[in-house]
């Protein structure tokens, strides 16, 4: 059975930083991403690394955040830093066994149950 859990939510200043974590059991992954969603807005990308390391960003983090694997451990971690208050939301880790880097969530078909981050201004 596929399992993705999430840590490293939390409460943070603004220009704070946060390392997310997301540990997947079951299977591997052809890639791994994060996407985000705030109260009443839409779920949105934010990060993806695929199985050779090859990473995309939301252009909203990029500079800030850092997407990295550990594939020995079928771990993916989220750097942020810098966050700002926009910031704040539920972060989601996803799971592809097929795609490659995507940004649409579709193409994910595994879901960790998700962990806040809230950055205060």
């Known amino acids: 059975q596929v399992q993705l859990v999430e840590s490293g939510g939390g409460l943070v200043p603004a220009g704070g930083s946060l390392r997310l974590s997301c540990a997947a059991s079951g299977r591997t992954f052809s890639s791994m991403g994060w996407f985000r969603q705030a109260p009443g807005k839409e779920r949105e990308f934010v990060a993806a690394?695929?199985?050779?390391?090859?990473?995309y960003y939301a252009d909203s983090v990029k500079g800030r955040f850092t997407i990295s694997s550990d594939n020995a451990k079928n771990t993916v971690y989220l750097q942020m830093n810098s966050l700002k208050p926009e910031d704040t939301a539920t972060y989601y880790c996803?799971?592809?066994?097929?795609?490659?880097?995507?940004?649409?969530?579709?193409?994910?078909?595994?879901w960790g149950q998700g962990t806040q981050v809230t950055v205060s201004s």
């Open positions: 996803a799971a592809s066994t097929y795609a490659s880097r995507s940004s649409y969530g579709r193409h994910y078909n595994n």
């Open positions: 690394i695929s199985w050779s390391d090859s990473t």
